[in-house]
Nanobody
Framework: QVQLVESGGGLVQPGGSLRLSCAAS????????MGWYRQAPGKQRELVAT???????NYADSMKGRVAISRDNAKNTWFLQMNSLSPEDTAVYYC????????????????WGQGTQVTVSS
C-alpha cells in the first residue's frame, strides 16, 4: 500500500557532501513524521534526523551542524543534506515515515525504505 524509495547514495570523498531523497507513494492520506536512520556494518540502526508535519526537526547529536533534513509535503518527499562527511558516516541510510492511509485515517503506521548505501572513502 505504501512504498518508500531512497535515492542519492553513493561514494563520496571525505569532506564531501551528499543529498539523499526519499519519496513515498501509495494510499497516503498524510505523513506525520519523516525521518532518516543509518546502520553501519556491525552496528545498530541509529537515528540521523526527523522532521514532523509542522516543520520541527530533530537531529542526532553526532550529526548536528553537518546535516539538514527538509521536506516537500506536496510531493511526499523528504531530503537529507549531508556535509563534511567522514569515513565514520559510511552506512546504509534508511528513510522512514509515520503515515496515515486514506482507508484508515485514524491509524498511524511506520514504514521504511530499503536503504541506500553511503560510502565515504578516498
Amino acid at each position: 500500500q505504501v512504498q518508500l524509495v531512497e535515492s542519492g547514495g553513493g561514494l563520496v570523498q571525505p569532506g564531501g557532501s551528499l543529498r539523499l531523497s526519499c519519496a513515498a507513494s501509495g494510499n497516503i492520506f498524510s505523513i506525520d513524521l519523516m525521518g532518516w536512520y543509518r546502520q553501519a556494518p556491525g552496528k545498530q540502526r541509529e537515528l540521523v534526523a526527523t522532521i514532523i508535519s509542522g516543520g520541527t526537526t530533530n537531529y542526532a547529536d553526532s550529526m548536528k551542524g553537518r546535516v539538514a533534513i527538509s521536506r516537500d509535503n506536496a510531493k511526499n518527499t523528504w531530503f537529507l543534506q549531508m556535509n563534511s562527511l567522514s569515513p565514520e558516516d559510511t552506512a546504509v541510510y534508511y528513510c522512514n515515515a509515520d503515515i496515515r492511509l486514506v482507508t484508515d485515517k485514524g491509524f498511524l503506521s511506520r514504514y521504511w525504505g530499503q536503504g541506500t548505501q553511503v560510502t565515504v572513502s578516498s
